[in-house]
């Protein structure tokens, strides 16, 4: 014990180890706010905006679109799944990723795949480069797991935690791969509905706290077979798809896979449309859930403030629409259109934003939000970041993108509908066939202040273009190719074969790509 004479020097210790622990914690406090930012990618599948998509999502615009930003023109550079998720995960057009379809034959998940491009998609990246743990549960590529792609042993690189869903989405009775090992899943709602069961919250617990996370959760729904939690079996009994312009309407002066449906639709066949909407937007409803749990999770954690959190879908979808069944595949509006919100650091609330901006761009946004040099990949996309915090206005923003997409078809005719002949897939009762070989097309899609218009071109035998003036009329019901300036659709051919051939590391300036679109007059 210290005498009173050495009051003052035990006083001066104290002091200085209050100044030495404050210190700490400022240094602690200011290292947290300097950390660089915690992302989240929620990923549904097949959910469309052009139909009322969102309409069963009220908590997500609620803590994620009304919390930041909503983009009114986000679109997929193919309409297709794996296609589409390959776009996401590389920052490419698909003519470079080269995922064409759903199937191994097509790259989906293929070796070749694997051996081309998972090494440099974004997380990887991210893992590598930026530090971050990533975490991945649900549908990732519609062959992940398939025997000759690894299995489910098989875990793309760039994951710190993977819990893959094998092959395509399912709700009950699937397989997972929890890094790397077979987890059998059976049809116990609490312990198996795949929206509900993921392991998103477990990552969240157990994490490291020392670094910024990266989280990908890609749900099931509301891709068929649209199974619904018991709690929601019996909503929007009453709903119908959307009867718009275009609704059971032919494609007189379409492409002719457009023009074979039959129309008007057999009763049966609008029946049949009918209940899988109302199916969809059953399994939406859990997926409203998903998204207001890990708000909440993430806000009693104090992370939230430091997190962006993006939701969007990897395509549209169809019901009816130009007498179509159901289905995605088409070059239209309904198809290619897709939600996207985010929220996070830097974005204020309340914001709709009518920029151009495609799945393309996720990768290259997410990597600079990252801190890393987008300019430094062989990403075709480019980072929508100065959007989201008000630093860049539509006079310096691109004005077009690619739509592209192969068709799929069979060598031989469908036994149901021999008269269409080999080459089709995809059919529906009254021979109405979604998909063909020739169904292939590249589309320019163009929305700028003074023109919204989409140029498309088939590789087929009749080399055939439809052209639309997206803003004389939205619903696409009259194909102007015929009667629009020909210089219009020189100038369209001339754009789409640069689009075609593009690269980022042939790009001088990314953003700064804008071409002036030319003016319809058809």
């Given amino acids: 014990m210290c005498s009173t004479g050495s009051f003052p020097l035990q006083l001066l210790n104290c002091l200085l180890i209050c100044v030495t622990l404050w210190s700490c914690l400022s240094s602690g406090a200011s290292a947290k706010s300097n950390r660089r930012p915690n992302i989240v990618l929620i990923l549904t599948d097949d959910l469309d905006v052009a139909m009322g998509g969102l309409t069963p999502l009220k908590k997500t615009k609620k803590l994620i679109g009304d919390a930041g930003v909503s983009f009114t023109n986000a679109f997929v550079a193919s309409p297709l799944c794996c296609p589409s998720r390959a776009s996401i995960l590389t920052g ?136 619904a939690a018991p709690q929601y079996q019996n909503s929007f009994n009453s709903t119908k798809a959307p009867r718009d312009p275009n609704f059971n309407v032919h494609g007189k002066d379409k492409h002719w896979l457009i023009r074979q449906a039959k129309t008007p639709m057999s009763n049966s066949s609008v029946q049949f449309l009918d209940d899988a909407f109302r199916k969809r937007w059953r399994t939406l409803l859990s997926v409203d859930d998903l998204v207001e749990t890990l708000v909440k999770r993430l806000e009693i954690r104090g992370e939230l403030d430091n997190t962006y959190i993006f939701f969007t879908s990897d395509n549209g979808y169809h019901t009816g629409q130009f007498s179509l069944p159901l289905d995605k595949r088409q070059l239209y509006e309904f198809d290619i259109r897709v939600p996207l919100m985010v929220r996070g650091p830097k974005i204020k609330a309340n914001q709709t934003s009518q920029m151009l901006v495609a799945n393309i761009d ?118 102007i190719a015929k009667t629009i300036d020909q210089e219009v659709l020189e100038k369209m051919n001339h754009r789409l074969m640069m689009l075609a051939v593009l690269r980022q590391a042939v790009m001088s300036d990314a953003r700064g790509v804008r071409p002036e679109p030319p003016e319809p007059d058809g």
């Fill in 92 to 227: 490419k057009y698909p003519h470079n990723h080269r995922v064409t379809n759903n199937t191994l034959e097509g790259n989906c998940s293929s070796k070749a795949w694997q051996k081309s491009e998972e090494a440099t998609t974004f997380p990887a990246l991210l893992k590598a480069h930026a530090d971050y743990q990533t975490f991945f549960a649900g549908k990732y590529l519609n062959q992940y797991g398939h025997a000759q792609a690894g299995g489910v042993e098989h875990i793309p690189p760039g994951w710190s935690f993977w819990v893959g869903l094998e092959k395509n989405s399912k709700y009950y009775n699937y397989t997972l791969s929890v890094n790397g090992k077979a987890q059998k899943h059976g049809s116990d709602y609490s312990k198996d509905y795949l929206t509900d069961a993921n392991m998103s919250l477990e990552f969240l617990q157990y994490k490291s706290s020392y670094q910024p996370f990266f989280m990908m959760v890609s749900t099931p729904a509301p891709h068929s077979p649209w199974t």
């Fill in 362 to 479: 996720l990768g290259p946004t997410i990597l600079d939000i990252a801190g890393i040099d987008v300019n430094k990949t062989q990403m075709d996309g480019v980072s929508f970041l100065p959007i989201m915090e008000g630093k860049v206005n539509s006079s310096s923003w691109r004005t077009d993108f690619l739509v592209e997409y192969e068709g799929e078809g069979r060598n031989v005719s469908d036994p149901a509908c021999p008269l269409l002949g080999p080459g089709v897939s995809e059919c529906f009762p009254d021979c109405v066939c979604e998909d063909a070989f020739n169904n292939t097309y590249a589309c320019v899609r163009t929305v700028a202040p003074s023109v919204s218009l989409q140029y498309c071109e088939f590789d087929d035998n009749e080399v055939f273009v439809e052209v639309y003036n997206m803003t004389a009329d939205p619903f696409q019901l009259k194909n």
